[in-house]
């Protein structure tokens, strides 16, 4: 498991108890004893006004076909989780490089690090 992998997770929700099944971005590879990732999460729901924290990811278009992604959708990175592995469901496909290097400045703006 590698940074810019997508996987269909069990992604907890703040507004409701429990988790549901969504599709997450691996921000990290696995952390510590007890294996961990650090993902984002990915909506369907386009939002009314994009944050500058988000990003868009098309699967019209020739860089994220290897998302598998079925419809537009936007990569939330202020919708951050840590999850145990066991978490993960299935591998759908992954971001290219040039995705997840804007990923990660978004992500960096967001964290004013």
């Given at each position: 498991?590698?940074?810019?992998?997508?996987?269909?997770?069990?992604?907890?929700?703040?507004?409701?108890?429990g988790m549901k099944l969504r599709p997450v971005l691996l921000l990290t590879g696995a952390v510590g004893l007890v294996?961990?990732?650090?993902?984002?999460?990915?909506?369907s729901v386009m939002p009314g006004q994009l944050l500058p924290s988000d990003l868009v990811l098309d699967p019209g278009k020739p860089q994220f076909r290897s998302t598998n992604l079925k419809v537009l959708s936007t990569l939330r990175l202020h919708k951050l989780a840590t999850i145990h592995l066991s978490s993960l469901v299935r591998?759908?496909?992954?971001?290219?490089?040039?995705?997840?290097?804007?990923?990660a400045k978004k992500l960096t703006a967001l964290l004013r690090l």
């Open positions: 498991m590698q940074p810019g992998e997508i996987y269909l997770a069990r992604f907890p929700f703040g507004d409701v108890p294996p961990e990732v650090l993902v984002s999460y990915i909506s591998y759908p496909g992954v971001v290219d490089a040039p995705t997840l290097d804007l990923a």
